[in-house]
């Protein structure tokens, strides 16, 4: 009858030592009162750089208008004139900016060629827009790197205003401009 006791102490010595054969770190201990075992485990996340940003309302692209038509405004007569319109946030010229990111850098680049009427132009550079100071507008056709390492949710209003210091034909000219935020 020993044979079969040999088979229970074989199959539970096996039992015993499985977890140890299986798995990346155990530790088996043996004994009475106090005796401990311990392994231990290593945990990672991995976080991609991510960007948020978004001017004006949500999931639209929003318009800034400006009618010389509306009061005494003479055409080319110089100095800022206010957005009298427009879709959106961009009702008065403010619109709302919202950047987040936990990249340790980003820069901003702001393009857009120029606004159009058929063949008649006016450029960009004749609009200029002013920040409140937590997240700094680039002027039209440059690129400029704000913000110091480590990441950020930032909300800010960038105004928009024309600078009336040309005359231009008659028309309604139409463009766009394209913000980009770059991870660096």
Known sequence: MQFPKLIKIT???A???LPS???ADSQLSIGGAGTT???NLDFRITIPNFVYFQIGSAGSVDRVDYDLNVGPVQPGLG???SATGGTGDGVDGALTV???TNATSVSIAATGGNLTSGADTIPFADITA???GTIPVPDFGTTITPFAPGGFS????WTYTYDNSSVYNAGTYDGRATYTITVL
């Open 11 to 13: 199959i539970t010595s």
């Open 15 to 17: 039992f015993v030592l």
């Open 21 to 23: 054969l299986t798995v």
């Open 37 to 39: 075992a311990q392994a």
């Open 79 to 81: 100095g800022p004139i």
């Open 98 to 100: 919202n950047l987040a």
């Open 130 to 132: 002013n920040d409140t």
């Open 154 to 157: 930032l909300t800010d209003t």
